[in-house]
Every structure is written in structure tokens, then in C-alpha cells.
């Protein structure tokens, strides 16, 4: 069985190295495809050391988008992982982020995916028809305009964005007009880091490409948390499997817990495939959680 590791990653260039290396077992013929955020130093500065891997099955975007969170860039981002992912032959794509380690062995791994003899599930955690407003709305701040060294007077022109976002899509539900849906259906919510059988991952590419080029993804809010997961939660329900993701959102907020050494526990008992948020500079704990 063949993997790719598709990784979007913009900082802790050591890290991220150690992480590659992990993963390209030299007993596999496995790949990783990279995605280095074209703003990020990785990019700017590092990305010929990453190209350079001495396993010859790193492949590098060659043309990486400049990724903004909760914006459309992010699915830009992802749909370059996917295309470039199946330029190769593999059996299952994993998506993961340079803060994301695997907790568990590659022959586990192999071993839960062939418990499903022929079923080839997606693994993705969907959470339902949750924040339809991110999608249906028009979110005008997706971008937020700023004026340099000027900070308060950015805090307002932000602050004007969001209030013309809501005012216009009050208005435009008074008159009863609403954006288009994916297949008529509604949208989903789910995490963004998943692992998908090549069919899945042919599939999923092209629906979001077209979705793209119609220009639905625009003035979206965070449509990396409902594009990707819609599309597979709608074409292939009766595949879905939880992700095999370790991810800690106990604290609340925007992002979750990033994981240190009490959590060592957690993550053992957990049945999961790869754990995140993870920082060697905070706590390289992760590094002896076990041979990959």
C-alpha cells in the first residue's frame, strides 16, 4: 500500500524536516508532497533544501499560493497537494499540516485501512450542517484591507467590512436570493485534515475545481473547514470514517490545544494516526512517542 503525505507548512523548518524524514520510511516507496506557504521564510529561503531530499520522494509545489487563514487560499492550497499528489500512483492521501505528527506505525496504519477489505473508507471527522453561514453568506472581510502604520484606522476599515457583510446579506435574504449550494444540498462542517483513497481524492479535485473556476468560493468565510468535507460527506457517505486525528479543542477559541507531554497518555489510548497541534520549541515530547 502506497501513501503520499501531503503537508501544508509555513514555519519550524527543523521540525518540518524531521517530520518528512519520519515519514518517508526507507523500507516504503511512499511520497510526500509539500506545500510551502509562498509568504512564509520556508519559501522564500529554505525551499531548494526541502526540493534537495535525499530520498528522491519529496515533490515541492512549484507554484504555492499565499495562504491567508480562514480564506478561500487555503482550498488553493489543498487542490495543489491533491493535483500535484496525483501526478503519482498511490493508494491513500493524507492530509496533514507541519504541526502534525504520526503517533502510531506505518504497519498499523496499513493494517486498520485493510480491516476494510474492499470498502476503501475516507477517513474525515464531519460534524454536521453546522456555520452555513460561512458559505451562504457574503463575507466581504475575507480579505481585510489595511493601511499600513495606521492601526486604528485599519481596526475601522475592518470593522466596515464585517458591517457591510451583514447588511448586504440581510438584504439579499430579504429578497430572496441566495447563493448556489453544493449539489443543491446543504453544507457540511468538518476538520480539514482527512485521509482519502485515491477515487476519493480524483473526485474530490475535480468538484472543487469547479467550484473554484464558477467562482462560488468567493466571499466565503473558512471554506476549508466546508468545501472539501461537503463534497466528500455528499458523494461518499457510506465510506465516512472517523479521520484518525488526535486534536485537542478543549480550550475553546479558534484553535486548538497545542499538545505537550501530559497528553502522552490521550494520545496512546486514542486509536489515532497522526496527532496535532505539535511544537519541538514548546515541547519535543512527540519525538519518542514511538517508531513510525
Same mark, same amino acid.
Given at each position: 500500500?502506497?501513501?503520499?503525505?501531503?503537508?501544508?507548512?509555513?514555519?519550524?523548518?527543523?521540525?518540518?524536516?524531521?517530520?518528512?524524514?519520519? !515519514?518517508?520510511?526507507? @523500507?516504503? =516507496?511512499?511520497?510526500?508532497?509539500?506545500?510551502?506557504?509562498?509568504?512564509?521564510?520556508?519559501?522564500?529561503?529554505?525551499?531548494?533544501?526541502?526540493? /534537495?531530499?535525499?530520498?528522491?520522494?519529496?515533490?515541492?509545489?512549484?507554484?504555492?499560493?499565499?495562504?491567508?487563514? /480562514?480564506?478561500?487560499?487555503?482550498?488553493?492550497?489543498?487542490?495543489?497537494?491533491?493535483?500535484?499528489? %496525483?501526478?503519482?500512483?498511490?493508494? #491513500? &492521501?493524507?492530509?496533514?499540516?507541519?504541526? @502534525?505528527?504520526?503517533?502510531?506505525?506505518?504497519?498499523?496504519?496499513?493494517?486498520?485501512? /485493510?480491516? &476494510?477489505?474492499?470498502?476503501?473508507?475516507?477517513?474525515?471527522?464531519?460534524?454536521?450542517?453546522?456555520?452555513?453561514?460561512?458559505?451562504?453568506?457574503?463575507? &466581504?472581510?475575507?480579505?481585510? %484591507?489595511?493601511?499600513?502604520?495606521?492601526?486604528?484606522?485599519?481596526?475601522?476599515?475592518?470593522?466596515?467590512?464585517?458591517?457591510?457583510?451583514?447588511?448586504?446579506?440581510?438584504?439579499?435574504?430579504?429578497?430572496?436570493?441566495?447563493?448556489?449550494? #453544493?449539489?443543491?444540498?446543504?453544507?457540511?462542517?468538518?476538520?480539514?485534515?482527512?485521509?482519502?483513497?485515491?477515487?476519493?481524492?480524483?473526485?474530490?479535485?475535480?468538484?472543487?475545481?469547479? !467550484?473554484?473556476?464558477?467562482?462560488?468560493?468567493?466571499?466565503?468565510?473558512?471554506? =476549508?473547514?466546508?468545501?472539501?468535507?461537503?463534497?466528500?460527506?455528499?458523494?461518499?457517505?457510506?465510506?465516512?470514517?472517523?479521520?484518525?486525528?488526535?486534536? =485537542?479543542?478543549?480550550?475553546?477559541? #479558534?484553535?486548538?490545544? !497545542?499538545?505537550?507531554?501530559? @497528553?502522552?497518555?490521550?494520545?496512546?489510548?486514542?486509536?489515532?494516526?497522526?496527532?496535532?497541534?505539535?511544537?519541538?520549541?514548546?515541547?519535543?515530547? &512527540? #519525538?519518542?512517542?514511538?517508531?513510525?
Amino acid at each position: 500500500m502506497r501513501f503520499v503525505f501531503a503537508i501544508l507548512a509555513h514555519a519550524n523548518a527543523d521540525q518540518l524536516a524531521r517530520l518528512i524524514d519520519t !515519514l518517508l520510511a526507507p @523500507d516504503s =516507496d511512499d511520497l510526500v508532497v509539500l506545500h510551502l506557504d509562498r509568504r512564509s521564510d520556508l519559501w522564500r529561503h529554505q525551499r531548494d533544501r526541502f526540493a /534537495a531530499h535525499p530520498s528522491g520522494r519529496l515533490r515541492l509545489v512549484m507554484h504555492p499560493t499565499k495562504v491567508l487563514w /480562514a480564506h478561500r487560499s487555503l482550498v488553493e492550497a489543498q487542490q495543489l497537494l491533491v493535483r500535484e499528489a %496525483l501526478r503519482a500512483d498511490f493508494d #491513500y &492521501f493524507h492530509l496533514l499540516s507541519g504541526a @502534525d505528527w504520526p503517533v502510531c506505525s506505518r504497519s498499523r496504519m496499513v493494517e486498520d485501512i /485493510a480491516s &476494510f477489505a474492499n470498502r476503501k473508507p475516507v477517513f474525515a471527522d464531519l460534524w454536521g450542517e453546522l456555520q452555513e453561514k460561512r458559505m451562504d453568506d457574503w463575507w &466581504f472581510d475575507e480579505r481585510g %484591507l489595511s493601511v499600513p502604520g495606521c492601526n486604528r484606522l485599519t481596526e475601522n476599515i475592518q470593522r466596515a467590512q464585517t458591517r457591510l457583510s451583514w447588511s448586504f446579506s440581510k438584504i439579499m435574504r430579504g429578497a430572496g436570493i441566495h447563493r448556489r449550494r #453544493y449539489a443543491g444540498s446543504r453544507w457540511l462542517k468538518g476538520s480539514g485534515w482527512f485521509s482519502v483513497p485515491r477515487d476519493a481524492a480524483i473526485r474530490m479535485e475535480r468538484e472543487v475545481t469547479r !467550484l473554484q473556476k464558477s467562482g462560488r468560493l468567493v466571499f466565503t468565510q473558512c471554506p =476549508d473547514e466546508h468545501v472539501c468535507q461537503t463534497v466528500l460527506g455528499r458523494l461518499f457517505a457510506d465510506r465516512i470514517e472517523p479521520a484518525r486525528r488526535f486534536i =485537542d479543542w478543549s480550550g475553546g477559541g #479558534y484553535h486548538p490545544k !497545542l499538545l505537550k507531554t501530559e @497528553d502522552t497518555s490521550a494520545i496512546t489510548a486514542s486509536n489515532a494516526w497522526f496527532a496535532r497541534k505539535v511544537d519541538a520549541g514548546t515541547d519535543p515530547f &512527540f #519525538y519518542q512517542l514511538g517508531r513510525f
